[in-house]
């Protein structure tokens, strides 16, 4: 009876015990983890490569929609379409993959064109992180050549003219509903009105 209760009680110990390790131990933190690939490699997977200094960092956005966006000055441009001052986004966290320079310092960048944010805040723009190949070094690898000058002006002005193009084409379409909409109550509204065989007063 006594080593029964004694039993039950070890029991009881080892599950509590149990329980307070899972509960007081603190979460892993998952690094980021990619095989570094070549320049050459970095190159044909981007749709833009660059040299460039670190103007500014902003982190954007929330949640699941959080980044941090990169403002470089460029100075060469190895491959695709990139501005004097080329915003690029990354992912806020350097656990996620995110590159986090310090402002500043120079960089070859190698970014893929995509989406970042969501509905209306959504913005096409230029995405890398620590997996892309990026060289923290002012010093271009032969392979990518002399480079070309920069488009004039800033990546994100044109985003700005083409997010306020979409605005108005939004709002076009919905003044378009609405006039639509109150059309078709006018002339439901004068087809009872006027309809054959209504007496007239």
Same mark, same amino acid.
């Given at each position: 009876?006594?080593?029964?209760?004694?039993?039950?009680?070890?029991?009881?110990?080892? %599950?509590?015990?149990?329980?307070?390790?899972?509960?007081?131990?603190?979460?892993?933190?998952?690094?980021?983890?990619?095989?570094? %690939?070549?320049?050459?490699?970095?190159?044909?997977?981007?749709?833009?490569?660059?040299?460039?200094?670190?103007?500014? *960092?902003?982190?954007?956005?929330?949640?699941?929609?959080?980044?941090?966006?990169?403002?470089?000055?460029?100075?060469?441009?190895? *491959?695709?379409?990139?501005?004097?001052?080329?915003?690029?986004?990354?992912?806020?966290?350097?656990?996620?993959?995110?590159?986090?320079?310090?402002?500043?310092?120079?960089?070859? %960048?190698?970014?893929?064109?995509?989406?970042?944010?969501?509905?209306?805040?959504?913005?096409?723009?230029?995405?890398?992180?620590?997996?892309?190949?990026? %060289?923290?070094?002012?010093?271009?690898?032969?392979?990518?050549?002399?480079?070309?000058?920069?488009?004039?002006g800033a990546s994100d002005r044109e985003e700005r003219s083409i997010n306020a193009d979409k605005t108005l084409t939004r709002g076009l379409a919905?003044?378009?509903?609405?006039?639509?909409?109150?059309?078709s109550l006018a002339a439901i509204g004068i087809g009872v009105l006027w309809r054959p065989g209504r007496a007239r007063d």
């Amino acid at each position: 009876m006594i080593r029964s209760a004694v039993r039950a009680l070890a029991l009881a110990i080892a %599950i509590a015990l149990g329980v307070l390790t899972a509960v007081l131990t603190p979460e892993r933190a998952f690094a980021c983890s990619c095989v570094g %690939i070549s320049t050459k490699r970095a190159l044909d997977e981007a749709d833009a490569a660059f040299r460039g200094t670190v103007l500014s *960092k902003d982190a954007v956005g929330r949640g699941a929609d959080a980044r941090t966006d990169i403002r470089f000055r460029v100075d060469a441009v190895y *491959k695709g379409t990139v501005h004097r001052e080329q915003v690029v986004a990354s992912e806020k966290d350097s656990a996620a993959c995110g590159l986090d320079p310090d402002v500043g310092t120079t960089w070859v %960048i190698f970014a893929q064109s995509g989406v970042r944010g969501s509905g209306n805040d959504s913005v096409i723009r230029l995405i890398t992180g620590l997996c892309s190949g990026n %060289i923290p070094s002012g010093n271009a690898p032969v392979i990518l050549g002399r480079g070309e000058r920069p488009l004039d002006g800033a990546s994100d002005r044109e985003e700005r003219s083409i997010n306020a193009d979409k605005t108005l084409t939004r709002g076009l379409a919905v003044g378009g509903i609405v006039l639509l909409f109150l059309g078709s109550l006018a002339a439901i509204g004068i087809g009872v009105l006027w309809r054959p065989g209504r007496a007239r007063d």
